[in-house]
């Protein structure tokens, strides 16, 4: 069976310019998370979908992100303008449909952006 | 606010036995996973506790205590591939909201 997949997987681009990061999440999935990682401030979850709906967006740091479902087998993820300090390592992951199952969450290989 | 503490590093020699603690402080608690993040890969999932109590899987085993706040991360019968990022995350709401410690980075030695 096919994981999460998400695309690019490494993107340069300069400051200002508009990223999209793309993600196809596990076929059955109805949870999907975006996180970005960081070394100074680790896994972080940016937003989260339920049956396509957002759920919680709490951290999405600033205006110039924003995501979007509009269907159950594809995410995206936009910045724009980007900075230099959305530089970091983008994760999508999904989850089974249950509560029980929320916890085991299945993540893709990640895209890696650099913001020069 | 929710937080959760975990050692920023351990080493240990091929075929010993390591523990990795993590405490943890919310309003929220459902439960305690473990992900395991290859330098370079992504987090890929371990276990999780919902109950006090130890569960096992395989070399790996995990233990919560509610009353503590208080986990741990059991790893057995070390292998050089164990070499890894190992993040403690509790689920916060039921609803797949999990967050993340800072992760244990761990060497194992020949």
């Known amino acids: 069976d096919a994981g999460v997949i998400q695309s690019p997987r490494h993107e340069v681009t300069e400051m200002g310019q508009e990223v999209t990061l793309r993600c196809k999440p596990i076929s059955g999935h109805n949870s999907l998370f975006w996180y970005r990682q960081t070394m100074m401030r680790g896994l972080e979850l940016l937003i989260y979908?339920?049956?396509?709906?957002?759920?919680?967006d709490s951290g999405m740091p600033e205006d110039r992100f924003s995501a979007k479902m509009p269907n159950a087998s594809f995410s995206t993820l936009k910045i724009q303008p980007s900075e230099p300090r959305d530089s970091a390592v983008y994760f999508c992951?999904?989850?089974?449909?249950?509560?029980?199952?929320?916890?085991?969450?299945?993540f893709g290989p990640g895209t890696r952006l650099t913001v020069t | 606010g929710q937080s959760l503490e975990q050692p920023s590093e351990v080493t240990a020699v091929e075929g010993a036995i390591v523990q990795i603690n993590c405490t943890y402080q919310t309003s929220g608690f459902y439960g305690l996973s473990w992900y395991q993040q290859h330098d370079g890969g992504a987090p890929t999932f371990l276990s999780y506790?919902?109950?006090?109590g130890l569960e096992e899987t395989g070399r790996f085993s995990s233990f919560l205590s509610r009353s503590d706040s208080y986990g741990y991360l059991l790893l057995q019968e070390l292998q050089m591939k164990d070499s890894a990022s190992y993040f403690c995350a509790f689920d916060y709401n039921q609803g797949g909201k999990l967050i993340f410690g800072q992760g244990t980075e761990l060497s194992v030695k020949p």
């Open positions: 992951a999904s989850t089974e449909p249950g509560q029980s199952s929320s916890y085991e969450q299945y």
């Open positions: 979908f339920n049956n396509n709906v957002p759920i919680d």
């Open positions: 506790n919902a109950l006090d």
